[in-house]
């Protein structure tokens, strides 16, 4: 006799992925890490508190309704990023210390990637700038290579293809970052860059309705839900548009994937 099955189908499991795009060092200062960090980490917690909302409401679709029906699993945070040097390992460092899951998405190989980490010297106003001749940094590869071992335990590596020290290296990269974040942070100067820099990111992002959440490059003032079709790009409304995005997007998902027919 067939074993009984259910037919109710599998709950969803509450997943928010957060891609980080930012500077590297040549236009950030070590000194402002800690106040970057610090803006990155108030994102990730107010993020937390919507979706721990979310997951308590039974309407979202989350939760059985049957008493003393098995617990829900618990929410899959993740942040999504490219491990370069600067922004993106200030945002897996602050992830890691909140018990966010860590996922790479590299732009090329990474015996190939890993030849971008040089040694560097500071400038005057505190910025990196390339020593000469060019020599790789040992420091800065093992560390990369640490955070690598870290997203292979939990959110996964996936190497690109991008053409690696061609122009354009980094598009492929931007495009990726976008198809799989629900939301994408930018330590962004507002000014615009090379193709698969952050201003593409963020281009990308808005063509496809991502919400992008800035934070200035010294790690200043409040961070905020970026509008670019408002004069001061949204600095109002601080993350209010945020957060009832996130509410929105994990009950449409919960009540979606509840109402799927069994097969």
Known sequence: MPAATSSHPPRPRLTVRVGVSGHRWNKLRRSDAPAIEARIGEVLARIEEVVAEVHRDLEAGYRSRIPDGAEPPPPDLRLVCGLA???????????????????????????????DFRKKLRDPD??????????????????????LATAEKAGGVQELDGPAGQPGAYEPLATALCLNADVVLAV?????????????VVRIATAFGIPVIRIAPDGGG??????????????????????????????????????RPPT
């Open 126 to 147: 505190g910025f990196a700038v390339e020593a000469e001749p060019a020599e790789p940094d040992p420091i800065s590869i093992e560390q990369f290579h640490r955070y």
């Open 85 to 115: 040097e600067g922004a993106d390992r200030l945002a897996a460092d602050a992830a890691h210390r909140r018990g966010w899951s860590l996922q790479a998405l590299l732009p090329f190989p990474r015996e190939l990637y890993q030849r």
């Open 222 to 259: 409040p961070v905020w839900y970026h509008d670019p079709d408002q004069a001061d790009e949204g600095r109002a409304a601080g993350l209010a548009p945020l957060e009832e995005h996130l509410r929105h997007l994990s009950r449409r998902r919960g009540a979606k994937r509840r109402k």
């Open 188 to 200: 962004w100067d507002g000014r615009p860059g090379k193709p698969g820099g952050t201003s593409h």
